[in-house]
């Protein structure tokens, strides 16, 4: 997460009843949570936001703001001591939201104080789900999203609400054929593909409707190379697993040439559906899933998109400032929220409308045209694609 200037502040005390002898009532049942106390206690800050962070991540909301909450009481609250003070007060605050609790205002303003930017994020929020407005959360929010890493759950918080007011793609009857997506399909196995991914491969091409391309890494090392140069090339061979070369190449190659993107370990299992899709001629067409992340295992785009080439941006700066950053958020669905994420808040501010040939379907919809596989990998035989 990005650091951000902030202004002088008074520092309250959460009023966080419990500091130590916790039990499992405290984890709400949580073992995996009790079984690190038992381990860690919780006598620092990065134990008690590891425990925090347990709690958020089985859904343990009311839980987790109390831990975040002790993490924050217990935190120098100096401006280059992370986790930043203002990270823990977000997200103690948001957990409360999850709870349909609603914030306390002093905390609020705290969180203003100590960032601007996190607390238009927050009360951007409440103003959604408390006040079911979401043209007013937006325009509270603004581009909040910029201060943290791309993926992080305010790109997918941000992406639900503009979701929830943008009207339908209206794609044009008759699109130029510069600004509609290719017949082709592009898909990526780093080597030695197992036969479920080649009788994949032939499954596609016998549609008779896409020309249907399978990458391997070393073809894939020397396109980059070609296209994009050294730098490019260094990047896709310095991935640290096989999902995020994939990642990385899928977006280079759908803005070179346009097409469909399909992972090597899905099918398309009613091209009827997308047919009837691609009959509209849309530009782009992304699907989210339930928690409103970005599917980039399947998605279409035409060539010179402006929304890949901001993916693109996100891609490069991720991989020279943060290496190490969760593959998810570093390359893969987070620079598809951020880049639409962006390109919404441009049109929301500006009052113009989004590019209507964009069309952005929903998981049911994703789920009636694509199957996931049942490969050998995903029990354990070895991972070589994302």
């Known amino acids: 997460m990005a650091a951000e200037p902030s202004e002088p502040a008074t520092y309250l005390t959460l009023p966080i009843e419990k500091t130590s002898d916790f039990t499992l009532e405290d984890f709400a049942g949580n073992h995996q949570a009790m079984n690190y106390y038992h381990t860690y206690k919780a006598d620092t800050l990065q134990h008690v936001f590891t425990l925090a962070n347990i709690l958020h991540m089985h859904k343990l909301v009311r839980e987790a703001a109390n831990f975040y909450g002790l993490a924050y009481n217990m935190h120098s609250k100096k401006p280059d001591d992370y986790p930043l003070a203002s990270s823990l007060l977000q997200v103690r605050l948001l957990c409360l939201l999850k709870a349909g609790m609603e914030p306390p205002r002093d905390e609020l303003e705290q969180l ?96 008779g409707t896409f020309d249907v391309h399978l990458f391997d890494r070393e073809e894939g090392a020397e396109w980059i190379w070609d296209y994009y140069g050294k730098e490019a090339r260094d990047l896709f061979l310095g991935a640290k ?86 593959i998810a958020y570093k390359t893969g669905p987070g620079v598809f929220n951020r880049a639409l994420n962006r390109k919404l808040h441009t049109a929301f501010r500006t009052g113009k409308p989004f590019d209507p040939t964009v069309m952005i379907q929903r998981s049911p919809e994703f789920d009636s045209i694509i199957q996931d596989m049942d490969m050998a990998y995903k029990k354990g035989g070895g991972w070589h694609a994302a």
């Open 241 to 326: 697993h096989a999902a995020e070369a994939a990642d990385f190449l899928r977006v280079h190659v759908i803005q070179e040439f346009g097409g469909w993107w399909l992972d090597a370990d899905i099918r398309i299992t009613s091209p009827e559906t997308l047919e009837n899709y691609i009959a509209r001629d849309p530009s782009h067409l992304f699907f989210v899933t339930d928690n409103y992340y970005v599917h980039n295992d399947f998605f279409g785009s035409r060539r010179n998109s402006p929304i890949l080439q901001d993916c693109l941006l996100s891609l490069y700066r991720n991989s020279y400032l943060h290496h190490g950053l969760y």
């Open 112 to 207: 203003r104080a100590l960032s601007k930017t996190m607390y238009d994020y927050i009360s951007g929020i409440e103003i959604a789900w408390r006040g079911h407005d979401p043209v007013a959360a937006l325009k509270r929010m603004d581009n909040c999203f910029e201060i943290f890493h791309t993926g992080e759950e305010v790109d997918v918080l941000y992406l639900e609400t503009a979701l929830s007011v943008l009207p339908p793609a209206t794609p044009a009857e008759s699109q130029p054929e510069a600004q509609k997506i290719p017949r082709k399909i592009y898909m990526y196995w780093d080597k030695n593909p197992p036969p479920e991914v080649e009788e994949n491969y032939d499954y596609h091409c016998d549609l």
